[in-house]
C-alpha cells in the first residue's frame, strides 16, 4: 500500500500493481486474483509498469470486470527501460487509452513515470506519445485524448510546469487549444523552461533510437503455468495477438483473451518482443524549427 498524489479532489490510497512487487513478477490470472483479494476495496487500483502496463491491465480487467467498469484507477507506463522499442511502448499506452475510453472510463491510462535521463527526456516521450494518438485517433477524438497525457515528476510543481510544457509544444505544433492555465509557462522559471526545450529535439531522436535494449525483467522464474488451460485454445490466442502486433491492430483485445485464457506473463511477452519489426523512421514533425519558435518568446 502506498499514496500516490494523482487524486488531489479525493486523496485517498492507492493499491500499486507491479510486475516488480511479487517475487518472482505476476505471472498469470490466479495471481493477479491473490493479489487483489488482499487490496482494500476503498483503495485507489494503480497499475505501474514498462511495456507490461497493459498486460497487467488485461489481467486486472478480466479479474475484477465489474470495479474496473466503474471506479477510478491510474495506468503509470516507464517508457524505455523495456524489452521493445519505444515507439512499441507508446503505441501499447496509446491503444490501452483508446481501448479503455469504453471499458474503463473512470481511469486515466496515459500518465508516463519520472525518466532517470530526465525531465527533457520524459516530455519528449509526452510529446511522441501524441504523435502516436495522432496516427491512430480520429481528429474528432485526438483533442480530446491528447488532453489526458500527463507526465509525474518528483513534486507537484514539476509536474505542472511540465505539463504546462506539453500542452504548449501541441499548441504550437498540432494546432490544438487548451485552456491558457494549461499551457501558460510564464509561471515557471525561464531558466528551466529553455533548458528543457532546448533538449527536447535531442531528447526525441534518442527515444527514437531506442530500439529497445532489452532492460525490462519479465521473467517469473520459471513459475509453471496453470495445469488446467485448454492449450488449443491458447495456441489460437496466441496467434490472434501475434497478427495483432503485426498488422498494428489495438492489442487489447487479444491480450485480455490470453489473459482469460490462462497465460503467463512470459508467454505474452514472447509473442509480443517476437512480433515487433524494427521501427520505420516517422517523419519529424516535431522539429528544431519549430521548438525555436517556442524559444523565440525569451530572446
Not at 483473451?257 to 490462462?262: D, K, Q, T
Not at 506473463?265 to 521501427?279: G, K, L, M
Not at 516517422?282 to 518568446?297: T, V, Y
Request: proline share 7%; glycine share 8%.
Amino acid at each position: 500500500m502506498t499514496d500516490i498524489p494523482t487524486d488531489t479532489d479525493q486523496p485517498r490510497p492507492s493499491f500499486v500493481i507491479s510486475h516488480d512487487g511479487l517475487p518472482g513478477g505476476l505471472n498469470d490470472l490466479g495471481q493477479m486474483r491473490d493479489l487483489l483479494a488482499g487490496a482494500p476495496r476503498t483503495a485507489r487500483p494503480v497499475i505501474c509498469g514498462g511495456t507490461l502496463a497493459p498486460w497487467l491491465l488485461a489481467l486486472y480487467h478480466v479479474a475484477r470486470p465489474a470495479e474496473g467498469a466503474s471506479e477510478r484507477g491510474l495506468m503509470v507506463s516507464r517508457i524505455g527501460h523495456s524489452f521493445c522499442p519505444v515507439r512499441e511502448q507508446l503505441r501499447l499506452v496509446a491503444e490501452a487509452a483508446d481501448w479503455g475510453a469504453q471499458a474503463m472510463p473512470g481511469w486515466r491510462m496515459m500518465t508516463l513515470a519520472p525518466d532517470p535521463a530526465g525531465a527533457a527526456r520524459q516530455l519528449a516521450a509526452g510529446v511522441l506519445l501524441a504523435e502516436e494518438l495522432k496516427r491512430r485517433c480520429k481528429a474528432t477524438e485526438y483533442r480530446s485524448m491528447v488532453a489526458t497525457i500527463d507526465l509525474l515528476d518528483v513534486d507537484h510543481r514539476s509536474d505542472l510546469m511540465l505539463n504546462a510544457m506539453l500542452r504548449h509544444v501541441l499548441c504550437r505544433n498540432a494546432e490544438l487549444q487548451f485552456s491558457s492555465q494549461l499551457h501558460d509557462v510564464s509561471n515557471f522559471p525561464e531558466k528551466d523552461v529553455r533548458q528543457i526545450m532546448e533538449r527536447l529535439p535531442a531528447e526525441r531522436q534518442a527515444l527514437l533510437r531506442d530500439e529497445g535494449p532489452r532492460r525490462e525483467t519479465v521473467s517469473t522464474m520459471g513459475k509453471p503455468a496453470d495445469p488446467g488451460r485448454d492449450g488449443n485454445a491458447l495456441q489460437k490466442y496466441f496467434l490472434a495477438l501475434r497478427e495483432a502486433a503485426k498488422r498494428r491492430v489495438n492489442l487489447m483485445g487479444p491480450s485480455i483473451a490470453c489473459a482469460r485464457a490462462g497465460a503467463t506473463t512470459d508467454e505474452w511477452s514472447e509473442v509480443i518482443r517476437s512480433a515487433f519489426t524494427p521501427i520505420v523512421r516517422p517523419a519529424n514533425n516535431w522539429s528544431d524549427g519549430n521548438i525555436g519558435q517556442f524559444l523565440r518568446k525569451f530572446n
